[in-house]
């Protein structure tokens, strides 16, 4: 297990503010779903936790340590990070992505990486080459690239938006059920999957973090209306909490 937190960060692009004056702290365990309006900071905010962004400001640490003090390799074997967007420079097959993704642990047994290909159902699409996958299968040789060496401490971008129903709800599920043994932090952009499935919910605006608490809790945070700038109806059943939005007039 690993905590992992951000102090004071600031990210400036031109003369964009990206993050703005940023704290969090996260872990050693637990699903949190990070949600927000477009352009929110959500996708900035995780590619600088996963040292791959460098911020205009502030620290992050990992485990007490500054994140930026260790080598791209050690923080790849405790970080594990899913991109929204990945375009491998190699036409390489769905087999060898995974076995690529299974290189950073060099623990990681030729079992463990057939368990992760059968889990996201890719037997069927082992031998073909990205080129020819379509998106939902992307998303699941991606998600199968990062969870094979299964990370203390993962940073997933939207990955479940270009899959199926069915396949969106496993996702969903999947990441969140990490959180019972370590650390899984998720830019969600279905709402009642947010609220469904994470423990805690953390809402950004506009770089800044409007909102933090237990998924519980939060549900019923009109703050929540604020970020998004609508009206949310809260809806409860048996088979999980939804929001309706409706335009705010007034």
Same mark, same amino acid.
């Given at each position: &297990?690993?905590?992992?937190s951000?102090r ?5 692009? $031109? ?6 004056? +940023?704290?969090?702290a996260?872990g050693?365990? $637990? ?5 927000g =309006?477009?352009g929110?900071g /959500?996708?900035t +905010? +995780?590619?600088?936790l996963?040292?791959?962004d460098?911020?205009?400001?502030? *620290?992050?640490?990992?485990?007490g $340590? *500054?994140?930026?003090a ?8 405790h ?6 967007? !990945?375009e ?5 097959? *769905?087999r060898?992505?995974?076995d690529?993704?299974?290189q950073?642990v =060099?623990?990681v ?7 992760? &290909?059968? /889990?996201y159902e ?14 939902g299968e992307?998303?699941?040789?991606l998600?199968s690239?990062v969870?094979?060496?299964? =990370?203390?401490? #993962?940073? *997933? ?6 899959l ?8 969903a599920?999947?990441?969140a ?5 370590? #650390?899984?932090?998720?830019?969600v952009?279905?709402?009642? #999957?947010?609220?469904r !499935? ?5 809402? &950004?605006?506009? $770089?800044?973090?409007v ?10 945070? /009109?703050?929540?209306?604020?970020? @998004?700038?609508?009206? @949310? %109806?809260?809806?409860?059943? %048996?088979?999980?909490?939804?929001l ?6 007034g």
């Open positions: &297990m690993s905590t992992l951000a004071q960060l600031v990210v400036r692009r $031109g003369g964009a503010r990206l993050l703005d004056d +940023l704290s969090l996260l050693p365990a $637990g699903s949190v779903a990070l949600v =309006p477009n929110a /959500k996708s +905010l +995780l590619r600088t996963a040292g791959l460098q911020p205009t400001s502030g *620290a992050i640490e990992l485990d $340590g *500054a994140l930026s260790l080598a791209a390799a050690v923080r790849a074997r970080i594990g990070y899913l991109p929204q967007h !990945f491998p420079h190699w036409d390489l097959t *769905a060898q992505l995974v690529i993704g299974a950073r =060099p623990e047994s030729a079992a463990a990486i057939g368990a992760i &290909m059968a /889990k890719l037997a069927d699409v082992a031998d073909r080459r990205w080129s020819t996958l379509s998106g992307r998303a699941r040789v998600l690239m969870l094979v060496s299964d =990370p203390p401490v #993962l940073l *997933a971008d939207e990955p479940a938006a270009s199926d129903i069915r396949h969106r709800l496993e996702v599920a999947a990441l059920a990490r959180g019972r043994a370590g #650390l899984s932090i998720v830019v952009h279905d709402l009642d #999957l947010a609220f !499935f994470f423990d805690r919910v953390v809402v &950004m605006q506009a $770089g800044r973090i909102a933090d608490g237990p998924a519980d809790e939060l549900f019923a945070d /009109k703050r929540l209306d604020a970020a @998004f700038s609508v009206n @949310f %109806e809260r809806v409860v059943t %048996e088979s999980g909490r939804s309706v939005a409706s335009e705010r007039r």
